[in-house]
């Protein structure tokens, strides 16, 4: 089946440094992809998205590289702070939703496994 | 306050009972979604609803079922909880907009014994 994966379940930097958390994915048609930050007792909140016809995005100390050649995601943060830590999803979004007559499909959203990423301080 | 909560966040239970986790979001969001999340396997799709009274299947939805008479309130109940049931259910809602972002609520772990 079609599925999203990590190359590192976990990851440990020192604060200051910049981390890069990697994710592999399969479905060539997926247009859209997202990753999420939970933190430990939480539920998954929205870090930064991405469509499939960019091939880099940025946010606040993220960015986001999309890699279609070779179906590969990455996160970047810089700077890590301790309160980084946490677990990294990335989600791929493998079609558009559709509505219709009977028809109420979503966008399906896989989510990969997940990466532990530790900050030391 | 706006958002999306779930009840109960902690629920210890036997096999064979039933339990119904709630969930109840403030945004008018159309979608709404139930993941589990085991050690292992990530997030995956119990069920989903397009909107009230509109439901259908995830990845994973032997064991449970949904209803959605609210726009905001979407339960999930187990009719009769098994062991492997044990886990840590969120509920998500979005918009109508076709994008994948999803806010989740915090979390209601299962126990069952």
């Known amino acids: 089946g079609e599925s999203v994966g990590l190359h590192l379940p976990t990851l440990s930097v020192q604060e200051g440094d910049n981390s890069i958390i990697n994710c592999a994915y399969s479905?060539?048609?997926?247009?859209?992809f997202i990753w999420y930050k939970q933190e430990s007792g939480k539920g998954p909140q929205f870090i930064i998205d991405i469509r499939s016809n960019m091939d880099k995005r940025q946010g606040q100390r993220v960015t986001v590289l999309l890699n279609k050649t070779v179906k590969h995601l990455s996160l970047q943060i810089a700077a890590t702070q301790p309160g980084d830590s946490a677990v990294y999803f990335c989600a791929e979004n493998s079609g558009p939703a559709r509505e219709g007559a009977g028809g109420t499909s979503y966008g399906k959203l896989t989510f990969g496994q997940g990466t532990i990423l530790t900050v030391h301080p | 306050d706006a958002g999306i909560t779930q009840s109960p966040r902690y629920k210890i239970t036997e096999t064979g009972r039933q339990v119904t986790l709630m969930c109840h979001q403030t945004w008018s969001h159309s979608y709404m979604f139930w993941y589990r999340q085991d050690l292992g396997h990530g997030l995956r799709l119990i069920y989903y609803s397009a909107a009230a009274d509109i439901t259908d299947k995830g990845e994973v939805p032997d064991g449970y079922v949904v209803s959605r008479s609210k726009t905001e309130n979407f339960p999930l109940t187990l009719e009769s909880a098994t062991r492997s049931q044990t886990s840590v259910y969120f509920c998500?809602?979005?918009?109508?907009?076709?994008?994948?972002?999803?806010?989740f609520g915090e979390g209601s772990r299962l126990t069952v014994l």
């Open positions: 479905n060539s048609a997926s247009d859209y």
């Open positions: 998500a809602s979005r918009d109508r907009r076709d994008t994948g972002e999803l806010f």
